[in-house]
């Protein structure tokens, strides 16, 4: 394997980011009004080498899944719409989700400093910790130093990290400088760390624990995991850059989701993923006031991301707004070694889309970080 290709390709993972239930029946593809448009979607993905896709839309028309390629490429076994992938910075939006409801429940306000939480023995600890807010923790104003730098990448690859908690990844910026100035708006996972240590000393509970009871469990999502238990149905991981793709499920296995890893540790299936993200931005989930706060925008440095992502210019609390050719689209991105997914709601057209795929190329994820995929729903 091309090791120095791999850790770029985990360095864009760095920095990229009710009444409703998952046991609702899928449609099968052909009985959608819609399925030829959206069987093109995974028509794309697999033009363009995918090991595996699985894909929900989510229209005013009904519910539509899709599947390409393998779950298991060793073995011979297709994706399914069962199967569960690693979610990586889909995770955020659970995040930011369980800080609100914590808010409506007046265990906190986000305009809180994140010091009056935390203990100073980690604050004082981290450029920047003792003055952000929470707010600015959420939307990534925060300045504060990404986490995940060329020996922590070096570290998992190595094997000698292995499944660090939110709390030990915290350690790893210690004593070192700020990224950015407080205010500057300039995406970090390492905000999404200290929210986790926060949901846990705010509650008593693991943070994984409260994510399920704030955000998966009200809309009855079975196949939505936060936890450091991988559940059988999860699919393996796949590499590739310029050759074969490789199982890489290792690294997973070895070093990702450890306790609290809420900047993207959880782990899901498309239509789930697309359940909870159109009960969120359709007013079921929070609030009205929690979700007004929710899509207060801040602008980011959109250069720190590859060309193709340029269009990603702003960042709420905890979600992504982009604009399409078909509109404004609200969600997140996703990466984690080997898994790569999307998923995105369209105001305009009440649609929601959720792709997650189970291999990383060049190919397969300039198809999922063009804003022409996009058009393919309509």
């Not at 393998?70 to 719409?81: N, T, Y």
């Not at 269009?311 to 707004?321: E, I, R, S």
Request: glycine share 10%; aromatic share 8%.
């Amino acid at each position: 394997m091309k090791l120095s290709i791999l850790k770029q390709a985990m360095m864009i993972a760095g920095l990229a980011m009710a009444g409703l239930s998952c046991t609702e029946d899928h449609v099968p593809p052909g009985n959608h009004p819609d399925a030829e448009k959206y069987q093109r979607i995974v028509a794309r993905f697999m033009e363009a080498g995918a090991t595996g896709v699985s894909i929900t839309v989510l229209s005013p028309k009904g519910a539509w899944h899709g599947t390409g390629g393998h779950s298991d490429v060793e073995k011979g076994i297709a994706m399914s719409p069962e199967n569960t992938l690693r979610i990586g910075s889909i995770s955020k939006i659970f995040t930011s989700v369980t800080i609100l409801k914590l808010q409506e429940e007046g265990k906190l306000n986000i305009t809180d400093k994140i010091s009056k939480y935390l203990p100073a023995e980690v604050t004082s600890r981290i450029a920047n910790a003792g003055e952000a807010t929470i707010e600015q923790c959420l939307n990534h104003t925060s300045g504060i130093r990404e986490y995940l730098d060329e020996t922590v990448r070096d570290g998992i690859l190595s094997q000698q990290i292995v499944k660090y908690s939110a709390a030990q990844n915290l350690a790893l910026v210690y004593d070192k400088p700020a990224d950015y100035p407080l205010g500057k708006g300039n995406y970090c996972n390492t905000n999404y760390l200290l929210l986790s240590e926060l949901i846990r000393i705010v509650t008593g509970k693991s943070a994984y624990q409260v994510v399920r009871e704030k955000a998966i469990e009200p809309l009855g999502l079975r196949n939505t995991s936060a936890s450091m238990v991988l559940p059988a149905s999860l699919t393996q991981a796949y590499f590739g850059a310029g050759g074969p793709m490789e199982n890489v499920t290792w690294i997973d296995n070895n070093a990702v989701g450890g306790e609290g890893a809420l900047d993207g540790g959880m782990i899901a299936t498309s239509h789930d993923i697309a359940v909870f993200l159109e009960a969120l931005l359709t007013g079921k989930v929070l609030s009205p006031a929690s979700l007004a706060r929710m899509h207060t925008y801040v602008d980011i440095d959109s250069t720190t991301l590859p060309e193709e992502l340029q269009y990603y210019k702003q960042y709420g609390l905890g979600l992504m707004k982009i604009e399409t050719d078909h509109g404004t689209a609200i969600g997140h991105d996703g990466h984690v070694y080997g898994f790569v997914c999307k998923a995105f709601y369209l105001p305009e057209h009440k649609t929601t889309i959720s792709i997650l795929l189970n291999g990383w190329s060049p190919e397969s994820v300039a198809v999922l970080n063009a804003k022409s995929t996009f058009n393919l729903l309509f």
